[in-house]
């Protein structure tokens, strides 16, 4: 029975060492796969999956979104960080309210998001605080955006941004798209992306909290448009 023991024991180490180092491989490959899509460089990058509907996305950088019970009163081109984004002007049909859309879409196969959101601060120069995760459904999966609070001497704004999917959902972080891509890449696929920045004027300096309400019923409208009318069917 000790030989036995001793035996049982030798071949739960052999596994667990067997185990680690399997762990050990996997932490290695991921190590060298992030910092290579952090630093704008793709291990697939010399033949990448086509992204559907891409002429739709090149398209959004011209046109905007249509919402429904919102009227664009202008929409603009600017560039931020080197990139061409939309900029809408919006007002509601039925009441005295204002919204302001930044958008920016995926306009080829290797374009991936990173820097958006530092462009979007620095274009505005504003100051920023409260900062929290706002969490909406639009069908499913949730989408998970920043919101927080931006102000300058005249006008303060709620503001709440995210990467919308053409898979459905969003996040804030390029992380969650860059996993979601690489296992549609594993299917043939890929999964495209639209940045949006949503901002909607509050009163001076007032609590965000008032307003949540308020912006998540737009961004819902918002990541609503983008599915129908960017993302649905194939080309």
Known sequence: MSSFLKFFQRLRKYKSTQLGLFVFLIAIAAIGVVPTYLRGRWLW????????????L???????????????????????????????????????????????????????????????????????????????????????????????????FAIAQWYAFANGGGHASPSQWFWRDRQAQLQGDRVGWVAVSLMVPIEPLDD?????????????????????????GKP
């Open 45 to 56: 990058s010399d033949d990448p999956i086509p992204v559907d509907n891409i002429d739709r």
């Open 58 to 156: 090149r398209q959004l950088r011209e046109t905007g979104i249509d919402l429904p019970g919102w009227e664009t009163v202008d929409a603009n081109p600017v560039q931020m960080g080197g990139r061409k984004w939309i900029f809408q002007q919006m007002q509601a049909n039925d009441r005295d309210q204002t919204a302001y859309l930044l958008l920016r879409p995926q306009v080829d196969a290797k374009d991936q998001p990173q820097v958006e959101w530092t462009d979007v601060d620095g274009w505005q120069q504003w100051k920023t605080d409260s900062r929290q995760s706002l969490q909406f459904d639009v069908s499913a999966p949730t989408v998970h955006a920043r919101y927080y609070r931006a102000w300058q001497p005249a006008e303060t």
């Open 208 to 232: 965000l909290e008032n307003y949540t309400t308020e912006v998540k019923e737009l961004a819902q409208t918002v990541q609503t448009a983008l599915q129908e009318q960017v993302f649905a």
